[in-house]
């Protein structure tokens, strides 16, 4: 199972996302979880369990080389959420892009 842990501003604006992200993984019969968080509380989720993949919202894409040195050498992928496919809340295309992260 791969963890994906988004993270924004406030960690609300990303959890209607997940929803849709959660719902393309059962369709596709992946095994992932999938949580959204603040930017704030992303240290403390990291200590707290294994993440694969860390998202950020488009909103906060001005944290991205803080987020990289943080969390890169500890194996976890960072990238940001494509603004466009952020805004339509399409879940499925923002998990095909994380699970392709995943594989490099």
Known sequence: MKTIMLACAA?????????RM?????????????FAVSTAEASDKVAEQTID???????????LEEFKKTFEPKGI???????????MMNGKKVLETALAQLEK
Do not use: C, F, H
């Open 11 to 19: 960690g609300m604006s990303t959890s209607m996302l997940v929803t």
């Open 22 to 34: 959660k719902k393309a993984a059962e369709e596709e019969g992946k095994d992932v979880k999938i």
């Open 53 to 63: 993949a860390i998202l950020l919202g488009p909103q906060v894409r001005y944290q």
């Open 77 to 87: 992928k960072v990238d940001v959420i494509d603004m466009t496919d952020y805004g």
